[in-house]
């Protein structure tokens, strides 16, 4: 189990350190099931990430901490991620973000509008 702190993220798959250049920004946190001092349902509980992606694999131990994992989630309103698939359209989303106002369809037509008309 590994959790970033810079950007602010949890991953649920050991091992995996391709996200960041820097070893010095991951940390390792427990599983659930192991307990300990921090687990990554205790950091999603303290408000220390704001993504987490959970993708369990093996048997019901892992089922049983993926639901936890969930749970506090969504509890915590924080988004949860399930499948690889989905992390990497979110990397994707994320490093091609742009940062333009956000408008509403009715308020793009608008500006739309008046572009083609004119002043």
């Known amino acids: 189990m590994i959790a970033a702190k810079q950007p602010r993220t949890v991953e649920n798959d050991a091992g995996k350190r391709e996200a960041t250049s ?7 946190v427990a599983k659930v099931a192991e307990g300990g001092e921090a687990t990554v349902v205790d950091l999603v509980r303290r408000g220390r990430c704001d ?16 639901y936890r994992i969930r749970e506090a989630a969504l509890v915590a309103r924080i988004p949860c991620i399930t499948t690889i698939s989905g992390a990497a359209a979110a990397v994707h989303a994320i490093a091609n973000a742009r940062t ?7 308020e793009r037509i608008d500006v739309e ?6 002043p």
């Open 113 to 118: 509008t008046r572009a083609l008309n004119g």
């Open 100 to 106: 333009e106002l956000t408008l509403s369809l009715q």
């Open 22 to 28: 820097n070893d010095d920004e991951w940390e390792q």
């Open 51 to 66: 993504l987490v992606v959970n993708t369990p694999f093996g048997g019901s131990l892992q089922r049983t901490d993926g």
